[in-house]
């Protein structure tokens, strides 16, 4: 796994948060992004953080590519100036194929709908459903309370320590991918763990 980052998918807000540092952020992943040769998968929308980083991501030159329910796509809060848009049934198809085309997960700030994602990627991670890194961009200490309560899970016993050193958090956005780019997944962090390193692909 370790330097094969070519695609990252990205979570984050359909609100741009009341602090412009949050579309700032945003706007350096995504030329961050870029400037690595990557490409960018996420959720298809023009609003928000999401349309800040699709749009920095393409104005560097780089590939975007977004997934989004044709429920929203009707709504017109589909962005129309990407690389490739799939254009999918319902929230489930969306996210399966985000993780599907994904090489690595990183979640900025966000609402409700940034937590599911990311922790539906920790859980396949941990569970040993796939071997991707995940990572979480801490601007302007954002997640320290999440981060908080993870640790309160770990010391309380229902979060194993194993796990909890999965999610690779950083306010530093080349500190972020540089970890990410190096990660690769333990040897029996899950029960499923070497099964699904015999048939997952990376």
């Not at 590939?63 to 848009?85: C, F, N």
């Not at 999918?88 to 409700?112: N, S």
Request: with cysteine.
């Amino acid at each position: 796994m370790a330097g094969s980052l070519q695609s990252l998918c990205v979570y984050c807000g359909s609100a741009s948060g009341h602090d412009a540092a949050y579309a700032d952020s945003a706007r350096a992943l995504g030329l961050e992004i870029a400037r690595r040769g990557m490409s960018l998968v996420y959720g298809g929308g023009h609003v928000g953080l999401m349309g800040v980083v699709a749009d920095a991501v393409l104005a560097a030159g780089a590939e975007v590519t977004g997934v989004i329910p044709s429920a929203l796509m009707d709504s017109e809060v589909g962005h129309t100036r990407l690389t490739k848009l799939h254009v999918v049934k319902d929230m489930h198809e969306r996210k399966a194929l985000m993780a599907e085309l994904a090489d690595g997960f990183i979640a900025l700030p966000g609402g409700i709908g940034t937590l599911e994602e990311l922790f539906e990627v920790m859980t396949w991670l941990q569970l040993g459903y796939h071997r991707k890194p995940v990572g979480l961009l801490n601007t302007m200490d954002f997640y320290d309370d999440l981060l908080r309560m993870l640790n309160k899970q770990r010391d309380a016993g229902f979060l194993k320590p194993a796990h909890h050193a999965l999610l690779i958090t950083e306010a530093d956005i080349t500190k972020l991918i540089d970890r990410m780019t190096a990660f690769e997944m333990p040897e029996g962090v899950s029960v499923f763990s070497r099964r699904a390193a015999s048939t997952l692909g990376p």
